[in-house]
């Protein structure tokens, strides 16, 4: 396929400056907005962005935050509310039919709201009649498993770990988060490998390393600080390959905003050294034949193996079965071309291996995690400097609330330390996740619903199923700062609890509070707003799960909820106790203006593993799985111009985050719409179609297709044809409007990750010529 520089400009640069000025005056915010943006992730007295999980680098910036950062702020800082007021002039099912957008800018959530059947609107509730209401509901349930208990990855360490600590005090594990849509194989496969389901590097590694694999990443748009450590990596030596089915141009050239000369003289630094141009799905077989050639040509690191790994030789035989053409069939890229890139991982003395959900999103996304640990065990690439695994997460504590115990199949070190702590049995019996909770609330075998933040139906596949179902429950309570779509689902009683954001002053009648989150190299840093909250009536997280837990569970008080919202220092102090690696939690925070590493264990080569070894894994499905969904479809009629079968991804713009919809421009991609379908220009011309061309996409089911609901439509459309260098066979739509082509069926086996990054598609060009809107 050929190369099609859709922008041809480097990343960053003006055109963020300019875009994230813009953001703040269009969320009417530019004064508080900048105030906020300075004190992003600065080391005293800062606050950690909301945005991503990328950690902060340690020598010290006036202004340390990028363009989506940036927008974040804006997003969270906007002082126009949705209000009571608001509710009383839009019905709820007239805000059902608002965008994403327009339920974004829609203002910051500012007093607790009830959902009046009747007008069929949200109405005001005092604090205590919303803590009365939610308490009677629980308190009807036949069993705590009736409820389930989301969090998002924005909730702060201390907060998520009072709520994990209510939800199993009520009952129950069924303690989903946004992990599980979309680091869980990491967790897992890691977990498994290594014994810690966490990257093994620091951001210093990146200083040092030789040769960078990324695969599945569009840091440009989802972690832009990012591109300043790759082009500092580039510059010192280091050879950075992106594995990817999209040649994302925000990762040619990078422009560096914190460098005022390099503006100045329209300079930028290069980055990556080549793109693979994978095809969807196609990881795995092209890192199976990576493998394969280090180990036929002896170009493994045997001395590790020996002494550090176990499950070597099964790998060895399952690799060595493995043939060429199947390889090659599997991941769409020439033999000649991956025996260059298994040179360059034999030549280089310190590799790190970079991933995003690219990687994850897959039916086969353990596989991917798992063969990507195999080629840095192979290597002898853990432990040490410039080198290891770097699963790049995206909300800025998602790692954070899973190590406070966000989790639905919680450890027994976990569950025997909580009950040694409070002095409490502690729910053995495993949860539900985000998949097999959604199933359960569409088969009507939950009565409540319970968001800490996040937009659940939205964010899950089967978004129009789950949002019926939101309907069918006793009760939904969702704590959050702005309006979104799954709150628009009203069950026989829903609530909205307003919060205080990151930006915002936490003051108790201890006073000033600050609060921690956890960066995706397991590096804990304090945070703290310093903005007058929005309104009076908000209240911080910890405060509303506090004051519930003290609802609920009524004359149970030997645990001192109110206490521990009041003073964060005392939170410290159980989680100090009760979570491993936070001894002397309080002290350990305060000595350090940057915070502290937790000890990784894999990272000093100690395996907390089944083995007491690192573990080589085998993969689950065939490396010709993809290639095998698309041969499935030989009974369609590939003759017919009108219809053809691809692999569809779902993608995010460079104005969102996660389902926080900002705007319609996408900068790199060139369009100011999202009603698009992106494929390459080439197979538009072989189709015999053009730009600008209506195509409507449904779900092919195929026989070997995992999913239970064949016989179940799935389309979407139409969308407009637009150009993107992507791979051949590959089309790309964005999320989360694409969610009603994934089911939740089609998932992971171990992690049960949904594949928003691979499904079988067919294409039906409905008209043609439409006219598209200007390139931004």
């Not at 040509?297 to 790998?315: K, M, Q, S, V, Y």
């Not at 080198?387 to 800025?396: D, E, I, K, N, T």
């Not at 840093?525 to 837990?549: F, H, M, R, W, Y």
Request: one cysteine or more.
């Amino acid at each position: 396929m050929r190369k099609i520089p859709v922008y041809s400009h480097p990343a960053a640069g003006w055109p963020a400056l300019i875009s994230s000025t813009r953001k703040l005056m269009d969320y009417q915010t530019f004064l508080r907005g900048s105030v906020s943006v300075l004190k992003s992730n600065q080391p005293q007295g800062g606050f950690d962005c909301p945005g991503c999980a990328w950690p902060d680098h340690k020598s010290h910036k006036r202004i340390d935050v990028c363009e989506n950062g940036i927008k974040v702020i804006a997003s969270e800082t906007m002082t126009k509310k949705a209000d009571a007021q608001f509710f009383a002039r839009h019905t709820v099912t007239e805000l059902q039919r608002w965008s994403g957008y327009e339920l974004e800018h829609s203002g910051r959530l500012s007093e607790p709201m009830y959902y009046d059947a009747a007008q069929d609107r949200y109405v005001p509730i005092p604090w205590e009649a919303a803590y009365g209401l939610i308490t009677e509901q629980l308190g009807k349930l036949d069993s705590p498993n009736e409820a389930l208990f989301y969090t998002s990855g924005r909730v702060t360490n201390e907060p998520a770990f009072m709520y994990q600590l209510f939800v199993r005090s009520f009952g129950t594990n069924n303690l989903p988060d946004c992990s599980n849509m979309c680091h869980e194989p990491t967790s897992v496969m890691l977990g498994k490998q290594l014994g810690v389901g966490k990257a093994t590097v620091m951001l210093e590694d990146f200083e040092q390393a030789k040769l960078i694999l990324m695969f599945g990443q569009n840091p440009a748009t989802n972690h832009p600080r990012m591109l300043e450590m790759l082009a500092h990596a580039h510059e010192q030596g280091c050879r950075i390959i992106s594995i990817n089915p999209m040649r994302e141009q925000g990762l040619s050239r990078f422009r560096n905003p914190q460098k005022p000369m390099h503006m100045a003289a329209g300079q930028s630094d290069d980055m990556v050294d080549d793109v693979i141009q994978i095809q969807i799905g196609g990881d795995t077989a092209l890192l199976t034949g990576i493998a394969k050639w280090l180990i036929e040509n002896d170009r493994i690191n045997h001395d590790f193996i020996t002494t550090h790994t176990a499950g070597f030789e099964p790998l060895k035989q399952w690799l060595t079965a493995q043939t060429w053409e199947d390889i090659t069939l599997g991941c769409g890229i020439p033999q000649i071309d991956i025996v260059n890139l298994a040179k360059l991982v034999a030549d280089s003395s310190a590799t790190i291996c970079t991933w995003g959900m690219g990687i994850t999103q897959h039916v086969q996304g353990d596989d991917n995690v798992a063969m990507i640990t195999n080629l840095l065990l192979l290597m002898g690439m853990i432990g040490i400097d410039g080198a290891g695994a770097s699963p790049v997460r995206g909300h800025s504590n998602v790692q954070g609330d899973r190590t406070m115990g966000i989790h639905e199949r919680p450890s027994k070190t976990l569950l025997d330390s909580l009950e040694r702590v409070f002095e409490r049995p502690m729910p053995k019996e495993h949860g539900y996740d985000v998949v097999t909770g959604a199933k359960a609330l569409i088969e009507g075998d939950l009565k409540v619903f319970m968001g800490m933040g996040g937009n659940y139906a939205v964010a899950a596949p089967d978004t129009s199923a789950i949002q019926q179902a939101l309907t069918t429950t006793q009760l939904n309570v969702f704590v959050g700062t702005k309006l979104n779509e799954t709150m628009l689902y009203p069950g026989a009683n829903n609530v909205i609890l307003p919060c205080l954001g990151r930006t915002e002053r936490i003051l108790t009648t201890k006073g000033e509070q600050f609060a921690t989150i956890e960066d995706s190299m397991c590096q804990i840093v304090p945070t703290q707003g310093k903005l007058k909250p929005v309104s009076d009536n908000l209240k911080s997280e910890a405060k509303i799960i506090a004051e519930l837990a003290t609802h609920v569970l009524g004359a149970d008080s030997s645990i001192p909820w109110l206490a521990m919202s009041e003073d964060f220092d005392l939170i410290r102090d159980y989680i100090a106790q009760a979570i491993n690696g936070f001894e002397n939690f309080n002290q350990r925070i305060r000595t350090n203006e940057r915070g502290f590493h937790l000890y990784h264990a894999a990272r000093h080569r100690v395996w907390n593993t089944e083995s007491g070894k690192a573990q080589f894994e085998v993969p689950h499905y065939s490396i010709t799985y993809v290639a095998a969904q698309m041969a499935d479809t030989h009974d369609i009629d590939h003759e017919d111009t009108t219809q053809k079968v691809w692999q569809l991804t779902s993608v995010r713009s460079h104005d969102q985050f996660n389902t926080m919809i900002f705007g319609f421009k996408d900068r790199y991609r060139q369009t100011n719409r999202r009603d698009v379908l992106f494929m390459h220009p080439d197979e538009i011309s072989r189709l015999g179609w053009q730009k600008g061309d209506q195509v409507m996409v449904s779900r092919h089911a195929s026989s070997s297709s995992h999913t239970a609901h064949k016989n179940k439509p799935r389309v979407l459309g139409p969308l407009i044809l637009t150009e993107m260098d992507i791979a051949a066979n590959a089309v790309a739509a964005y999320y989360p409007e694409c969610n009603d082509l994934f089911d939740l069926d089609t998932h992971a086996p171990d992690s049960h990750i949904p594949a928003y990054k691979s499904t079988t598609v067919i294409l039906e060009r409905v008209n043609t010529s439409v006219q598209t809107a200007e390139p931004v």
